[in-house]
């Protein structure tokens, strides 16, 4: 089956190997290595971000490059296996989803620890929100971890006679 309307190659050969300035090298590669880079990674706009960090690495030795389109090619393909290659480690540690919560629970709650002094609030907080061990706690707040205990001891009884109501 042939198409009336081949789209355009993904590289396409250089017509011209001497290429006077870095303007000429963007103006006739950029959208070609868009097209190659976006064939790679699925994304427009991170496509364009390997595409630019090609060209500043370009920049950076233009002068000294004895075929820069092709040294431009290879940047992009290697930003390109960079980026699916970060991906692939994202994919594999993800960590746990954390459970997600409806915005009345959301707002019942921080109702409820705004009720609390603010000492008490910041302690639970920190140890149940970010999971904080007490004497990480007590650092922060400049205290000693039996004080860390001891709010936390008090502002979940606050919090359940706010609750109970």
Do not use: C
Request: charged share 35%; glycine share 4%.
């Amino acid at each position: 089956m042939i198409l009336e309307a081949d789209p355009p190659p993904l590289i396409e050969a250089e017509t011209t190997p001497e290429v006077a300035s870095l303007e000429d090298l963007w103006r006739r590669e950029y959208p070609v290595l868009v097209r190659l880079a976006r064939a790679l990674v699925d994304s427009t706009d991170r496509a364009e971000e390997i595409v630019q960090e090609a060209f500043a690495r370009t920049l950076r030795r233009f002068d000294s490059l004895t075929n820069p389109g092709g040294y431009l090619r290879t940047s992009v393909i290697n930003g390109a296996r960079g980026e699916l290659r970060k991906r692939e480690v994202r994919r594999r540690i993800r960590p746990p989803a954390l459970p997600v919560s409806t915005p009345a629970e959301d707002e019942y709650l921080a109702d409820a620890l705004a009720s609390l002094s603010p000492k008490r609030r910041i302690v639970l907080v920190l140890r149940f929100y970010a999971d904080m061990p007490d004497h990480e706690i007590a650092e922060h707040l400049g205290v000693r971890p039996a004080t860390v205990r001891s709010l936390a001891a008090r502002g979940l009884d606050d919090l359940r006679k706010v609750i109970e109501r």
